[in-house]
């Protein structure tokens, strides 16, 4: 069995980081190992939340896998605590990268123009330079504003999209994906850059029309597994995209459904469907 490493906080009521990469990925028939970043209450969209990093614990778990002789075939890293766990998290990388596994850094720190609560500018340039340690990143188009320095739109064309990815690519990550582009405003999708190839692809679905934290968890965890499962770059996009959205339609549609998270319990089933797993 293929075994990955994902480096993010607990959100102990939030459905997003950890609470859902190892549901989707284990779903998804990889082992996922976890460091966890921080411990918080809820994530950091509630009011009030509380959050202990976990800073001091990095560095002595990785040593102990050392001594274990523990391998990744991927290392995937989403919300990070604060600005010193960016070095922290590149000894990791340097202490686990081999010649046939591969990172994935999802750049969370934005969404909808803004940073998130816990970050400043400083951490924006450090998280710059992680992504920059990547073989794959996966922004959303604030995100990838705020690293590239580029304005930060919410109509846009195709060579603004393509300007960004170039910059992206730039930071030094080889493949870039470009999360929630949209060219009209009932169509959401992602837009990819094989640097190395020249290479793009775009993929969108119709936009549901609500806004709900942890999507972007979901994306990324979906992609990573779907990756471990043998998918190339370009076929694991629409199967991330493709889940995600249906997991935010399931929540729209369920009078039940929570406001901070979306249904992605209750799509495992289509998702390991669609892999052909049942
Ligand atoms: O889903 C991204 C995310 C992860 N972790 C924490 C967050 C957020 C988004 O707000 O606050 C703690």
Not at 195 to 210: G, L, P, Q
Not at 225 to 250: Q, V
């Amino acid at each position: 069995m293929k075994r990955i490493l994902t480096i993010q906080d607990i959100s102990c009521v939030g459905k997003c980081s950890i609470t859902v990469a190892l549901p989707i990925i284990s779903a998804m028939g990889v082992e996922t190992a976890i460091i966890p970043t921080a411990v918080l209450s809820t994530h950091t969209m509630f009011k009030n939340f509380t959050c202990k990093d976990l800073d001091d614990q990095i560095a002595p778990i990785t040593k102990h896998w050392m001594d274990e002789n523990i391998k990744f075939d991927a290392i995937y890293t989403g919300y990070l605590a604060t600005a010193d766990q960016i070095d922290m998290v590149i000894d990791v990388f340097n202490n686990f990268k081999n010649d046939d596994n591969f990172i994935i850094v999802d750049p969370v720190m934005a969404d909808n123009g803004k940073l998130y609560p816990a970050f400043d500018m400083n951490f924006v340039k450090e998280m710059a330079k992680l992504c920059g340690h990547a073989d794959i990143i996966m922004p959303n188009i604030t995100e990838a504003a705020f690293m590239t320095g580029m304005e930060y739109k919410e109509e846009y064309d195709e060579a603004y999209i393509k300007e960004m990815l170039g910059k992206l690519a730039d930071l030094g990550a080889k493949k870039c994906l470009l999360t929630g582009v949209g060219f009209n405003l009932d169509k959401t999708g992602v837009y990819g850059y094989d640097s190395v190839n020249n290479e793009y692809c775009y993929y969108e679905n119709d936009k549901v029309d609500a806004m709900y934290h942890g999507t972007g968890d979901i994306f990324a965890s979906t992609y990573t597994g779907a990756l471990m499962n043998d998918f190339s770059w370009k076929e694991a996009m629409p199967i991330a995209a493709d889940y995600t959205a249906k997991c935010i339609k399931s929540n729209v549609e369920d009078k039940d459904g929570c406001w901070y998270g979306v249904n992605f319990e209750k799509e495992i089933p289509y998702l390991l469907k669609r892999l052909g797993k049942i």
